[in-house]
């Protein structure tokens, strides 16, 4: 039996040291995420904005291709410029022949093997300039150019949604956050509440029912921080997501509330205006419809002729076998010029077919910006109309909140008195309760309401 243990003890310290080095390792690794934390301990609304706008994998797509726009346009310049090739060529070439076809057409050998070749070295240069290409190169660096003024719209058009959803989700986080207080507060309050029943049970001042009531409140008040803590952290992971970070990243957060509300009056006829002139989306779309404008008109260029010219200089010479490879100055010289036309009289129907899409495609383009403009509008008006209508709400249900606080403490007192039961007791809890959790809902969907307005080209404020 001695021996059994003297045999377990080593291993029982290697399993103790194991352990240890296992703690070591998730402690270290917990202290190197702390370290590394995307975002600090106390997060406002600007510092989310900054974070978004510097990591949001959308703004990253549309910045990618408002390059890929700018290096299309590049392009499109570059078409009216000549293309120019050179070219150098060594070649070498040599053969030898053993048999040779006879009088009678019968194959013959020779009596001895025939051995010849050469070598050859030739340079080049050659312009090609398109003087007249239907028109095309004009109208495709329209087309372009309202493509870079599109693409980068819908830039700012990216920005202006992850504003818009940062703010909508930072603001649902902080309202999580808030109920989850206030979940807080009320375990408190039923936890004095349950002390208060028990002690005038226990005097029997009041009967068993009313200290049942009370743990059944705090019961179900614990039930709700619960849900609310739940709440609160898929607020937060949300709010990580939309400022491209990973979900847990937002978890343990605090977010600091705004220190004044925005007003609450919102010309809607100015704001729509405004919306009218600097809606990113609207000007993207506008843009879309100058590049399909252009369109159009290069496929209605296919009908015009075609010219380009031609320029080449070239050198070249055949040298023996015995001579070096490398040759790199040639004696033998050449020079063209060539200019040509060409004019496509009948396609099969193949310009007919591209003008037809084109103009399709500019109708499109026409009545989607009509469509914008129209629901411009119609969100505008609806969300000045929204905080016109919070702002009375909110006055109203800040002024509840004071009247059901002040009953409650009232309640509070006379229970205590013996004056009221308890019934009447947890009537005033969930009043000021309900009036409470109704005013944190309505001071964020006023916030959200402005955040909605602002995202259309900055109105709002």
Excluded: H, K
């Amino acid at each position: 039996m001695a021996d059994r243990r003297r045999r377990t003890c080593p291993e029982r310290r290697s399993g103790a040291t194991l352990a240890l080095a296992l703690t070591g390792l998730v402690l270290s690794a917990g202290s190197a995420r702390a370290q590394t934390r995307a975002l600090p301990d106390t997060l406002d609304l600007d510092t989310a904005l900054r974070i978004a706008l510097e990591r949001s994998p959308q703004i990253a797509t549309a910045r990618a291709q408002a390059g890929a726009a700018g290096a299309d346009r590049r392009a499109a310049w570059g078409a009216f410029l000549p293309t120019a090739a050179a070219d150098l060529s060594l070649a070498r070439s040599d053969f030898t022949r053993t048999t040779f076809e006879g009088e009678e057409g019968i194959s013959e050998t020779l009596p001895e093997p025939l051995t010849s070749g050469n070598q050859n070295a030739s340079q080049g240069f050659r312009l090609s300039w398109t003087l007249f290409d239907q028109g095309r190169r004009f109208t495709t660096l329209s087309q372009e150019g309202s493509n870079v003024r599109a693409a980068q719209r819908q830039l700012d058009d990216r920005r202006a949604a992850v504003v818009a959803a940062t703010g909508r989700a930072f603001y649902d986080a902080l309202r999580s956050q808030r109920l989850l207080d206030l979940g807080r507060r009320q375990i408190a309050d039923r936890e004095l509440e349950l002390d208060i029943a028990q002690r005038r049970y226990a005097i029997a001042a009041v009967e068993r029912i009313d200290v049942l009531a009370a743990e059944s409140n705090l019961l179900d008040a614990r039930v709700g921080l619960l849900r609310n803590q739940r709440q609160t952290d898929a607020a937060l992971r949300t709010l990580a997501v939309e400022l491209g970070l990973d979900p847990d990243d937002g978890l343990g957060t605090s977010l600091r509330d705004v220190a004044t509300l925005p007003a609450g009056e919102a010309d809607a006829t100015a704001l729509v205006e405004r919306a009218l002139a600097s809606d990113p989306e609207l000007l993207q779309l506008d843009a879309q419809r100058a590049a399909a404008s252009a369109a159009l008109m290069g496929a209605r260029a296919g009908y015009l002729p075609r010219i380009t010219a031609n320029i080449s200089w070239g050198r070249s010479q055949t040298f023996g076998l015995g001579e070096s490879f490398f040759q790199f100055d040639p004696q033998d010289n050449s020079r063209q010029f060539s200019i040509s036309a060409s004019w496509n009289i009948f396609d099969g129907f193949a310009r007919e077919q591209q003008t037809a899409r084109a103009s399709a495609q500019r109708r499109q383009a026409e009545e989607d910006l009509r469509r914008r403009r129209l629901e411009i509008e119609r969100d505008v008006r609806g969300f000045a109309a929204e905080i016109g209508q919070l702002s009375e709400t909110l006055a109203i249900a800040e002024r509840s909140f004071e009247i059901a606080q002040e009953r409650l403490d009232m309640s509070r007192q006379m229970y205590r008195n013996g004056t009221i039961d308890f019934t009447a007791l947890q009537q005033a809890i969930s009043g000021v309760t309900s009036a409470e959790q109704q005013l944190i809902n309505i001071r964020y969907d006023y916030l959200t309401a402005w955040v909605n307005l602002r995202e259309f080209g900055g109105t709002g404020g």
